[in-house]
């Protein structure tokens, strides 16, 4: 199972940016998918996760100024980012809960992250 993203890169502070993860491979289903991130020298940190039925978990940091949102048919999911703060500076990663074909239990997959820099 792969997990690829795309769209992290530099904006000032206020601007926006839109992260996508799309997976690939032996793919049965996939329960949750999220992002996480993780700042120079902090730990790895939930940003939001989305289940197969769309129900949404968000960290408090990001409420109203991020949604995640996926596309079952595709295996992708997206976080558009507005109002970026510097804080808000991390490496992204995306995470997802995955059924392979000829098992019974999920896998938890993550991606190489995709960086975000916001400048103040």
């Known amino acids: 199972v792969q997990l690829v993203e795309s769209g992290g890169g530099l904006v000032q502070a206020g601007g926006s940016l839109r992260l996508s993860c799309a997976a690939s491979?032996?793919?049965?289903?996939?329960?949750?998918m999220g992002w996480f991130r993780q700042a120079p020298g902090k730990q790895r940190e939930l940003v939001a996760t989305i289940t197969s039925d769309g129900r949404t978990n968000y960290a408090d940091s990001v409420k109203g100024r991020f949604t995640i949102s996926r596309d079952n048919a595709k295996n992708t999911v997206y976080l558009p980012m507005n109002s970026l703060k510097p804080e808000d500076t991390a490496v992204y990663y995306c995470?997802?809960?995955?059924?392979?074909?000829?098992?019974?239990?999920?896998?938890?997959?993550w991606g190489r992250g995709t960086p975000v820099t916001v400048s103040s």
């Open positions: 995470n997802a809960a995955v059924l392979v074909h000829g098992r019974n239990t999920y896998i938890e997959a």
């Open positions: 491979g032996s793919i049965f289903s996939i329960n949750r």
